[in-house]
């Protein structure tokens, strides 16, 4: 999704791309994609070929062969980040040791770092990283939801759902556990409500959310995608870690309520955060019985990504960091500084996880209502 977006923002610039790699499904389309070993003498040859100047890689082993490279071109290393090695097992010490060699001998020698959030920066141990923030407008912009789309006494349930992988190479940090917990605790509260859950995988992996009584949608079309995450009440992310949460950010972009645990770069993708699973609950509770309540966080949410996550900007901040257009000098990126981001994302998520933990969110929806008009006024007027 990255690279897609970012190549075809820089081909409208008039910067040529040409993608490398191992291998391909066919789904990108009128892009140059080629494959390539991650080897340094393939890539230069590559590179020498449709006459690259830079390099940036995305993922391992690419990381890798950077450092062989630079000098005869500009290389950088575009950093997702990669899940904690705590969360694994038997090859904790082979991810540890990736890890620290990045840190060691990959980092140090390249033009530069791109991290994908402030999170990133850091969790890869490498904080003078250059932050690119990615966009959420690649999906349908179908404006902010109205009352229609909160009925009020008609007896509805409750959409609540999740967008992940859901094979089990990923369950350890995408809390799937954690979503089968949510769906028990909201069935044993009484909620009139419907869990959903979306995402890759075969009709194996998806055999215990069929158990549970949860809706499960597999391997739907991007259309299909949008329908569901706009179809929604409540979008639920149980995950443990992200460097950027995009189903998150997608689901904010088509008017729905996101919310999400305080950890990873969460707290920089959604202002509405839970500490623990009896916040989360708390939360569908507080928006099962108030859909005026759900509906004012709905449209909190879809101005704050839609406002924040831009392709045009992370395209932008690439030409400027990269130098990819002749004339134009080296300038501050102008995506979200910390300042802004601890005055206004920080601040209200700290406040609401700290009234969650002392009077339940009924109470600290209510106490901070006053607040959240008054961050969306003050947006709103710049």
């Given at each position: 999704?990255?690279?897609?977006n ?32 991650p080897q ?6 590559l ?13 391992s ?33 082979m ?11 990959v ?20 904080p ?19 009352l ?13 759902g ?53 809706h ?14 706009r179809g ?5 992310s ?23 645990y305080d ?15 009896r ?6 509770q ?26 045009s900007?992370?395209?932008?901040d690439?030409?400027r960091?990269?130098?990819l ?10 995506s979200?500084?910390?300042a802004?981001?601890?005055s206004?994302?920080g ?14 969110v009924?109470?600290a ?18």
């Open positions: 999704m990255v690279i897609d970012l190549a075809r923002g820089l081909a409208s610039r008039g910067v040529a791309v040409t993608i490398g790699c191992v291998e391909q499904d066919g789904t990108m389309q009128g892009l140059d994609i080629r494959p390539v070993k340094a003498e393939a890539i230069a040859a590179a020498q070929a449709v006459g690259a100047t830079v390099i940036v890689a995305h993922t082993p690419f990381f890798e062969v950077l450092p062989a490279l630079q000098g005869a071109f500009s290389c950088w290393a575009w950093e997702h980040g990669d899940p904690s090695p705590a969360f694994f097992g038997s090859d904790r010490r991810r540890e040791e990736v890890i620290r060699h990045k840190q060691e001998r980092y140090p020698a390249l033009a530069g770092v791109v991290a994908i959030s402030e999170f990133i920066a850091h969790d890869i141990g490498w003078q990283a250059q932050r690119i923030f990615n966009g959420c407008d690649h999906v349908p912009d179908r404006g902010s939801k109205g229609q789309d909160f009925p009020l006494g008609d007896g509805a349930p409750l959409r609540i999740t967008l992940m992988r859901i094979g089990r190479g990923e369950a350890r940090y995408k809390g799937l556990q954690s979503f089968l917990d949510l769906a028990a605790a909201v069935r044993a509260s009484g909620l009139h409500a419907d869990v959903h859950i979306m995402g890759r995988g075969t009709a194996e992996d998806a055999k215990p959310f069929h158990t549970a009584g949860i499960t949608h597999l391997n739907a079309t991007d259309d299909e995608r949008a329908a569901y995450l929604l009440d409540v979008f639920v149980p995950s443990l870690w992200e460097g950027c949460n995009l189903p998150l950010l997608e689901a904010q972009a088509l008017g729905t309520v996101g919310l999400a950890t990873g770069a969460h707290p920089e993708m959604t202002p509405l955060l839970a500490a623990t699973a916040d989360m609950l708390s939360l569908v507080a928006y099962a019985h108030d859909r005026g309540l759900l509906r004012r966080h709905s449209l909190l949410c879809y101005r704050f990504v839609r406002s924040t996550y831009r392709w900007a992370a395209v932008d690439t030409v960091l990269l130098g257009t002749a004339g134009i000098a080296p300038a501050p990126l102008h979200r500084t910390p802004r981001r601890d206004w994302l601040t209200h998520t700290r406040k609401l996880i700290w009234s969650l933990r002392a009077e339940g009924v109470g929806a209510r106490r901070t209502k006053a607040y959240l008009s008054y961050h969306m006024r003050k947006d709103r007027s710049g």
